[in-house]
C-alpha cells in the first residue's frame, strides 16, 4: 500500500472504499417507527399483561430489525436511556413474539409482548423499555439508529407519594423585560406520583401570560421535573406576584399541592440610563434659560447705538 | 314629657328605616357577589349510555375574586362510579365526590381567586347515566359558607344507546430515520487529503408528550494488529472543541425543525463545535415535547483526520444513535 501510494501512509477505512473514490456510502437508510400504547396498562401482581408494539419501516428499502427488552434508566425532566440488559425485575417473564423480523418498505408488523408481572409487586408505576433495532450490514463504519418503546405498568394500590417544590433561577430582581425561571418538582416520596402545575402572575405592568399551565407528568420516586416560568412585561419595568401551584395525587379520591410564591420586580436595564436622561435634560434646559437671560444683556448696547445714526 | 313618646317612635322609626336599607345593601350586595363564569365547558371521552371508567372534564373562568372552597358540577340522573381527581388547574389540593348528581371538588386549603383566571378539572372512573338524552352541566363555584361566587351552564353532551361510540386510542410513536446506515472514508496523512467527512441525517418525529432523547455512543474507530485506535475528538458531547486536531476522530451537527417543543443539542456541538462519540451513550439531543408535524433534523458531520502517526490500515467503528420517548 505505502508503495503504491509513493510512500505516503495511508489510511484506509475500508480498501474496498479506496477504489472508488474517497468517500462512499454503501448501505440504503434505514427508517423506523415503533408505536407502543400511549397509557400505563392496569396490571395485578402475580397476573400476566398482554400489549402489543408496532414495528414499521417508514423507509424505501427493506430492513431486518431485532426487538429487544431493555432495562431503563429514568433521569430528571422525563429523559431516559436505555440499558444494555433488561431490567432484572421482569426479565424472566418477558416474553417477545417475534424477536427479530424482516420489513418490506412501507410495512409495519405487530409484535407481541407478554409480561409476568412478579406476585409481590409494591403499588407504583413500572417502566419497560424495548428497543428495535435494524440489522446493518456494510462496509467499516456503522451508524445504527435504535428506537426506543416505553411501556408503562400501574400496579394499583395505596401509594406514598409525597412532592416538594422550589423556583429556580427566580431572582427577587430580574435585570431583563422578561422573566425565565423554573419551578423544580422533586418527588420525595417513594411512588411515581403525577403532578399538574398553574401559575399565575399578578401585578403592575400587565403581566404576558399571565397564567402558565403544565401538562401533567409522571414523576418517579427521587427525581426532579423544572416547569418552565416565562413571562414577560412590555414595558420592561414591572412588580410582580408569581405564584406557583403544584397539584399532585395522593389517593385517586384526594390530591396533595405544593404552593410557591414569590416577589420579583422586573426593570430593563435601558430604564437605569432614565435618571441620567432626566438630569441632563434639566441641565440642558437650566443652561438654555441661563444662556437666554444673558443674550439681551449683550445686545442692548447694539439698539441703542441704532437711533445715534 | 309630651315629646318622649313621639321621639321614641320616630328613633323607632329611624331604626327600622336604617334596619331596611341596610337589608336592602346585604340583599344587594349578596347579589352582586355572585357572578357568572365564563366560557364553561363540559367534555365526555365517551358519550355511550351505562358507558364506565369514563372521563368528565369541566373548565370555565373566573368571573368574581373569591375564596373558592367548593366547585360543583351538575351531572345527568344515574351517573355513577368511584370518581377519583384526574387533573386540576387553577385551584389547589382537594377531595372529589359523588353525590346527588353533582360533583364536588373540594378545595383542602382554599386562597383568594382573582377575577378572569382559567379553571380545569377532569374526572375519571366515572359510570355514565343509563338514560339517553341531551345534558347540560351548571358549574358553581362557593365559599366555605357555601355561598354562590360564580356559576354557569355549559353546552349540552348527548348520551345515546343507539348511538355508535367510536373510541380512537392513537398510539404514542417515535420514528427514526437513518440516511446513512455504513459508509466508508479514505484518507492519506498529506497536506491534501488528510481529512475526510461523511454526513449523516437523522430525522426525529414523535407525539410523545415529553418529548424524546437521542443518545449516542461508538465503539471507536480502531483497528487489529497492531491495535490502534484513532483519538476520539473530545470525550463526549458535553465537550466541544473548536478546531479538528491533526488527528482525530468526530463529528459536528446542525440541528432544524419547527422549534418550540425544546429541542435542543448537547452544550458541546455548539457553534459548529466537534465532539467525539463516547464509549457509552451520552445524549446528543433532547426535547421536551412532542416534535409535531415537522421532524427534528440533525445532520451529524462525521469527520476523520489522519497524520503521521497514525498507522496504515482499515480501521472500523460502530456508531449507535439511540431515540428513546421520555416519560
Redesign the interface.
Known sequence: MRTAFGGLLFVALLAAACLGGPVSAWAASSDLAVSYPPDPIPVKPGAQTTFTLRVADVGKDPLSVTISARQVKLSANGQTQFMDAPDAVFAGGTHISPEQMRLKARQAREVTITVDVPAGLRPNDYFLGFLVSPVVTGPALRAVNQVGALVVLDVAGARETNLAASYVDLPSVVWSSSVSAYARARNTGVSTLQFASTTLVTGRVAPRPASIWEKPHLLPSGLTWDVPIHWSSWLGLGWYKVRTTLVYNVTPQRTGQVVLSRTVVVIYPAWLALPALIVALVGFLVWRRGRKRRRPARRRPKAAAAPTL | MGTRPMGRRRARLVAAGVLAVLAVFALEASQAFAGTLANVSWSVNNSQTGKTAVTYAFSCKTATAGTIKYVTMTVPSGTAG????G???????????LASNTITYTV??P?AV?AN??I?LSF??LTNTSTAGSNTSTVTTQTSVPATIDSGTSQSVTFGSSSTTATV??????????????????????GT?NG???A?T?TIQTN????Y?L?ASDTG?SRTSPAYTIPAVSVGPGTGVGTFPASGWGASATLSGSGGHGAAMASGLSGGQFVGYPGS?A?FL?A?GPTGATADTLVLT?Q?K?D?G??????????????????
Not at chain 2, 387533573?87 to 365526590?97: D, F, I, K, Q, S
Not at chain 2, 497514525?310 to 416519560?327: F, K, L, Q
Open positions: 368511584t370518581v377519583a381527581v387533573t386540576v388547574y387553577g385551584l389547589g389540593a382537594g377531595t372529589v365526590a383542602t386549603s386562597v382573582a383566571i382559567p380545569y375519571t372512573g386510542t392513537v398510539a404514542q410513536t417515535l420514528s427514526f430515520t437513518n440516511d446513512t446506515p455504513s459508509f466508508s472514508l479514505a484518507v492519506d496523512p498529506t487529503a475526510s467527512s461523511q449523516v437523522l410523545a408528550a415529553s418529548g432523547t443518545a474507530l451513550a445524549t433532547s421536551t462525521d476523520v489522519v503521521y497514525v498507522p496504515a490500515g482499515n480501521y472500523s467503528d460502530t456508531i449507535t444513535y439511540v431515540a428513546t420517548p421520555s416519560y
